[in-house]
């Protein structure tokens, strides 16, 4: 399967090593995945369009995204959408952040193009009196490259290793105690 991931310009930084983890994990499973990502803003018109043409070429199955970011309106339509592209929208906070009526509207029009997975069951149960596809989803860390054995480092989900005591720092400033 072709998945395409959208980073957006996150408001904190685990948001893109959640997509990063995804991504690994899909790579892993077999899956090709192409980034859309957040700085692509930053190019010049000419690496634009040549992302335009890769993104086309690759042909995805579906999108992926981190809650809304991945709908953004270009030419009266929503992108993904627009290229008859479905999209998975994850849900770690309250996803009715960011949702305003047109998104409401145009995800009750084209309820087979949206699927939310939704971390916490109060918000999914709300999620699902307004929309057709929604579904729970489990909070997980990636694999902890802390973790080694008899050291007594582990990582938190934030990408940073924590000690027993949970003193913070980055995996090669922590020494393991003896």
């Known amino acids: 399967m072709n998945i395409c991931i959208y980073k957006h310009r996150p408001r904190a930084d685990v948001t893109i090593r959640i997509l990063e983890a995804y991504k690994e994990a899909l790579e892993r499973l077999g899956h090709r995945v192409f980034t859309l990502s957040y700085d692509a803003g930053e190019a010049t018109p000419e690496e634009v369009r040549k992302?335009?043409?890769?993104?086309?070429?690759?042909?995805?199955?579906?999108?992926?995204?981190?809650?809304?970011?991945?709908?953004?309106?270009i030419g009266g339509g929503y992108f993904f959408r627009k290229h008859g592209i479905p999209l998975v929208l994850l849900c770690f906070e309250n996803p009715f952040f960011g949702l305003d009526n047109?998104?409401?509207q145009e995800i009750r029009s084209h309820p087979d193009y949206y699927h939310f997975f939704v971390w916490d069951s109060w918000y999914l149960?709300?999620?699902?009196?307004?929309?057709?596809?929604?579904?729970?989803?489990?909070h997980a860390?990636?694999?902890?490259?802390?973790?080694?054995?008899?050291?007594?480092l582990r990582r938190a989900h934030t990408g940073l290793c924590t000690d027993e005591t949970g003193t913070l720092?980055?995996?090669?400033?922590?020494?393991?105690?003896?």
């Not at 149960?125 to 489990?138: M, Q, S, T, Y």
């Not at 860390?141 to 050291?151: F, Q």
């Not at 720092?169 to 003896?178: A, E, I, N, T």
């Open 51 to 73: 992302l335009a043409v890769r993104f086309v070429d690759f042909n995805a199955d579906l999108a992926l995204c981190y809650g809304f970011s991945a709908m953004p309106k």
């Open 102 to 104: 047109e998104l409401i």
């Open 125 to 138: 149960d709300k999620l699902r009196e307004l929309f057709k596809n929604c579904h729970p989803i489990r």
């Open 141 to 152: 860390a990636r694999i902890n490259p802390c973790l080694r054995a008899g050291s007594g």
């Open 169 to 178: 720092g980055k995996p090669q400033s922590l020494q393991p105690r003896h």
